[in-house]
């Protein structure tokens, strides 16, 4: 019957309620989006890196090396050679070495030559047809296959660089042999073939550009031009070019040694992933602090909100109390009238703003999901900070109730009904 | 039955108040008259135990409710007093039927409906009980507020100025209401009043000074 009570009392005064309300689901709001999207973002980050203890890529911004070759977030910050990666590569200390070779992208999705250990790596599953073995062959990633509707043995022609309105390498129509099972990993929005195919069809491109330039060239410097063709495709054969070589270490001993002794040595820069995204986590850290802060401050106001509004109602509800009091309400339940009252306000509050907060997270996934290709989960419960978010409401409830309850409690019947 | 012997009390350093020994038996009415500043209020207050005299006893059936401590006054209160106050206030948020059984919740812990109706019908306040006492005139609020002082069988009901703020036709139905009450339930019914109207129409009564 208290709760009862306390219920109608909150819906006499509509206006109050929902005022204090709105001001608590806005702070749970944003504070549940925070919590959800720092946690996804953290596990996202942090589950992408896993294993990979070094990166070696082109001289350049670390983190750029990091975001392009782990994250596939950024542009490259140019290539590597291959033969000199590969003494890297073959070191005993190395455990595993992944090769990365950006070329092209297929409608914004990048095509990613590399070997399969990567679709390991990241726990991949075909779901359809089998790894790629040959040139040109391709496995593509679960969300391609969704949005662009591909199927096992459909062609399509790659663009070059990573804009999606690069030249088209008409010549060299990729045929789709594999596809991969949704697993919220990188592999999703990836389109990955062998190594070769990346150099297969650059080569010929650049092949091709030189058989042109052949062609305009008289005849008697055809034998000189024929030499320099050779030389040129002698160059690509011997020099390999790839982005970035993902290596994971049986003896971590090298991640301190090998960014000295590469920068020191090499034209390529070794780069600890952990370290940067340390550093990017931090960076993205003081914005959801601060917002966290603005949120809590939020809190803050309405728990003002809910002391205001009970005190004032415990003036207007004096008599109401004292007449509650001589029909035989104990002072307690009195007290537990106020505190269910503004604690019930907290409860509503709280539920819609985890709701909100979820529904806020999904269209920010969808929006993320389009530009950046990260999706975030809003039916995740983070169970921890969900909790600690759930007390700190209530707190706030029973704080700004306390005062008003303990007045109620401490109510003088005898005065107030004389004075009434 | 109601009871009192010697019973004095004094606010602070102010000049006590002493009052006269009476006795209330049960479906008796007894109509305690005074001026204002004789006490009335406080003596209303007094016997219902809001207030603790400072010597003196007030005996309700078997309890000298004196001797009461405060949590067990709420509870006997509760159970034994019903309370018909100057000004109807009720409890806002609820309507008329509700605000019944609240009341008898809070004193037996059951809500009694059955009964809320039958008295809600015997004031004709039935087509009232979903309304919400804002909603009703002066002397509808009147007559829930002696709902409210029955809904809890109390042996005794004492009523401040029950009539004060009524005309001469509502103040007949009141008090008539109040005593054929009074008889039916079997309760002792203290009237504390100044209201001439009333002094007519009950035999027992005793004047303050």
Redesign the interface.
Known sequence: ?IRK?AW??L??KPLNTVLSVVLLAASVTIITLLILLQNQFDKKFNSTIDGIDMVLGAQGSPLQVILSSVYHIDAPTGNINYDEAKKWMNNPFVAQAIPLSFGDNYLGYKILGTTPDYITKYNGVLTQGTLFTEQLQVVVGANIAQNMQLKLGDTFVGSHGSSEHGDLHDNHPYTIVGILEKNGSVLDNLILSNIETIWEVHDHEHVHEDENQAEVHIHEDHEHDHEHEDTMVHDHEHEKQITAVLLSFKNKMALFSWPRLIAENTKMQAVLPAIEINRIINMFGIGIESLKYLAYGIMLLSGISIFIALYNRLKE?K??FA?????????L?LFNLVLIESILLCLIGYIFGTVFGRIALYFISQTSEDDFKIAFNPFEIVWQNELILFVITLFVGFISALIPAIKAYKLN??KT??N? | MIQTKDITFSYQNNKPFRFPDFKCQASETLLITGNSGTGKTTLLHLLAGIQTPKIGSIQINETDITRLKTSELDAFRGQNIGLILQNSHFIEALNVLENLEMTAWLATGKKNTPLALELLDTLALSDQATKYTSQLSIGQQQRVSIARALITEPKVVLADEPTSSLDDYHTEIVSNLLQSLAQKYKTALVIVTHDARLKQKFNQQIELK
């Open positions: 019957m009570l109608k009392n819906w006499f509800r008599y109401e007449l509650l009091r001589i029909t035989g309400a104990k002072p339940q019947i005898s009904l004389a009434a």
